[in-house]
């Protein structure tokens, strides 16, 4: 059974950084892409960034230069740290797996305010 569980969302001000994690069980990890999305309220979800199995990474123009996506294979973990965060990445934060599309988490919400 393929799941994916995240963690480390939380409450900061504008400026600072927080590190999210998500743990996935069920699949062949390390083969398979890895994507995290957002969705705040009120808007459609939104890719954020992508790692291929291979390491490469691709971002979207509003995370390039302030979020970073890695891989730990050895622990079936696929993290985003955030940085210099602002109000507007306030959001619900999911990943996802290439391999299984359809598949969600329950996502870890973050909130950037003041």
């Known amino acids: 059974q393929v799941q994916l569980v995240e963690s480390g969302g939380g409450l900061v001000q504008p400026g600072e950084s927080l590190r999210l994690s998500c743990a996935a069980s069920?699949?062949?990890?390390?083969?398979?892409?890895m994507s995290w999305y957002r969705q705040a309220p009120g808007k459609e979800r939104e890719l954020v960034a992508t790692?291929?199995?291979?390491?490469?990474?691709y971002y979207a123009d509003s995370a390039k230069g302030r979020f970073t996506i890695s891989r730990d294979n050895a622990k079936n973990t696929v993290n985003l740290h955030l940085f210099n965060l602002k109000p507007e990445d306030t959001a619900v934060y999911y990943c996802?797996?290439?391999?299984?599309?359809?598949?969600w988490g329950q996502g870890t919400q973050v909130t950037v305010s003041s």
């Open positions: 996802k797996a290439a391999a299984f599309p359809g598949i």
């Open positions: 069920g699949f062949t990890f390390r083969t398979s892409g």
């Open positions: 790692i291929t199995s291979s390491g490469s990474t």
